[in-house]
């Protein structure tokens, strides 16, 4: 892969998982990363996203945006403000049951109170800013990654088919390890794209 495919990546996160990680004997040690983010933690955890998302998806990330996405107008935001040709959503995939004609929808978790992004509305808001490609790292999200597909098929998207397994190892002043087991990603494409 070339040089510039981490450049013209970004990378959204809402709230983080419950991280798994070991002390001596296996127990929870000092060094577990709650997950919590604060101005002197981020940087360190972004770094080692960065890392992880482009060792998951076989590819160099070096150079993608990062942020925490709280809203569906902030994606929008960071979207108009720079040309991306993909975008990786790192965070929880949540399955909302209702009645009706959608019996179980999967939404992304933004990092608002409450705030949850559709496989349309991001399907939509991708295609408005012309990305090409888009994979959900979040838990099972091979549902979600089809809405987007089904939705804008101009896209490239993936999931995960199972549970994401993460662990870190760090804590409010610094993440000083992240690791996220691999697992086969599923693409959907149109045949002949990327």
Known sequence: MNGTQGTSTL??????????GTGPGGMP????????????????FERLLVRELGGLMERS???????????LFELQRLL???????????GHT?????????A????LALAGNNEFLSS??????????????????GCSSVSF???????????????????????????ANSVIDLRIQKQPIKWWAVPGSR
């Open 11 to 20: 990378i959204i996160y809402g709230d983080l998982p419950a991280f798994r």
């Open 29 to 44: 040690g000092p060094l577990v990363f709650d997950g919590k983010l604060t101005h002197h933690n981020r940087q360190s």
């Open 61 to 71: 990330l070096h150079g993608a945006t990062v942020k925490q996405v709280k809203a």
């Open 80 to 90: 108009r403000g720079r040309a991306f040709s993909t975008v990786i959503f790192y």
């Open 94 to 102: 949540i399955t909302l049951t209702s009645s009706g004609p959608v």
């Open 104 to 107: 179980a929808q999967q939404e």
């Open 120 to 137: 349309r509305d991001f399907a939509n808001t991708l295609k408005a800013a012309g990305v090409r490609e888009t994979f959900i790292a």
């Open 145 to 171: 990654a089809a809405g987007v597909f089904s939705v804008t098929p101009s896209i490239r998207a993936g999931g995960l088919y199972f549970d994401r397994t993460d662990d870190a190892k760090g804590n």
